[in-house]
């Protein structure tokens, strides 16, 4: 029986330790906009108040930062509700309430911004984030940043069972000539340092 436990205890501890290597938990955008002041205040304060949720609902933000701010508000273990505070934000613009909102309705840049919370909350259960970004990508056709936020959130989806699959979805994100490169070099760079570290699981050299 001690054996049992001991197993299960160490079997936890690995799962952990890997998830806290993930997709979602690995890539660091904000960096690249530590020159803008709303990123060092996501940093201090690591939660969605209503500066941040005003900053993030405001389409005369670009895209890019918002993602950044994001990025530096980070996650935890435990979970946030960060998701849950900017949806009641966005509710509230929208004389509604959370429950009542249809996000269809949202617009790519708000769904992008929702969905991305949504996975720095809980990076366990990615499902609902990525069907939530999936909608932004879509709504956002020609932009990189939303494409990589997706293949971000994509790639956390591939983590548990096809490592190869974590630099599919960012090669194709790389090699799509399409899209309008609204996010810095810099950014961009350092999430395929990451990604690209799943390379050598394909079978076939890419």
Same mark, same amino acid.
């Not at 959370?98 to 499902?127: P, T, V």
């Given at each position: 029986?001690?054996? =049992? =436990?001991?197993?299960?205890?160490?079997?936890?501890?690995?799962?952990?330790?890997?998830?806290?290597?993930?997709?979602?938990?690995?890539?660091?955008?904000?960096?690249?906009?530590?020159?803008?002041?709303?990123?060092?205040?996501?940093?201090?304060?690591?939660?969605?108040?209503?500066?941040?949720?005003?900053?993030?609902?405001?389409?005369?933000?670009?895209?890019?930062?918002?993602?950044?701010?994001?990025?530096?508000?980070?996650?935890? !273990?435990?979970?946030?509700?960060?998701?849950?505070? =900017?949806? +009641?934000?966005?509710?509230?613009?929208?004389?509604?309430?959370?429950?009542?909102?249809?996000?269809?309705?949202?617009?790519?840049?708000?769904?992008?911004?929702?969905?991305?919370?949504?996975?720095? +909350?809980? !990076?366990?259960?990615?499902?609902?984030?990525?069907?939530?970004?999936?909608?932004?990508?879509?709504?956002?056709?020609?932009? !990189?940043?939303?494409?990589?936020?997706?293949?971000?959130?994509?790639?956390?989806?591939? =983590? +548990?069972?096809?490592?190869?699959?974590?630099?599919?979805?960012?090669?194709?994100?790389?090699?799509?000539?399409?899209?309008?490169? +609204?996010?810095?070099?810099?950014?961009?760079?350092?999430?395929?340092?990451?990604?690209?570290?799943?390379?050598? !699981?394909?079978?076939?050299?890419?």
């Amino acid at each position: 029986m001690q054996k =049992f =436990f001991l197993c299960l205890f160490f079997s936890t501890l690995f799962i952990v330790n890997t998830k806290a290597d993930s997709p979602i938990t690995s890539t660091y955008i904000y960096p690249a906009y530590l020159d803008y002041e709303i990123v060092n205040y996501a940093i201090e304060t690591g939660s969605v108040d209503e500066k941040i949720a005003s900053y993030l609902s405001d389409e005369n933000n670009l895209m890019d930062v918002k993602v950044a701010v994001i990025n530096a508000i980070g996650w935890n !273990y435990e979970g946030n509700k960060n998701s849950h505070v =900017f949806l +009641d934000h966005l509710a509230k613009q929208n004389n509604t309430t959370a429950e009542k909102l249809n996000k269809n309705d949202l617009s790519g840049s708000n769904l992008l911004c929702f969905g991305y919370l949504l996975a720095m +909350d809980d !990076y366990f259960n990615i499902a609902e984030s990525f069907e939530i970004v999936t909608m932004a990508k879509e709504k956002l056709n020609t932009s !990189y940043t939303a494409h990589l936020v997706h293949a971000i959130v994509g790639a956390q989806k591939e =983590f +548990d069972y096809n490592w190869c699959g974590i630099w599919q979805i960012t090669r194709n994100v790389l090699t799509n000539n399409s899209l309008k490169r +609204d996010m810095r070099t810099t950014a961009i760079q350092s999430v395929v340092d990451y990604m690209i570290l799943y390379k050598s !699981y394909c079978l076939v050299a890419e």
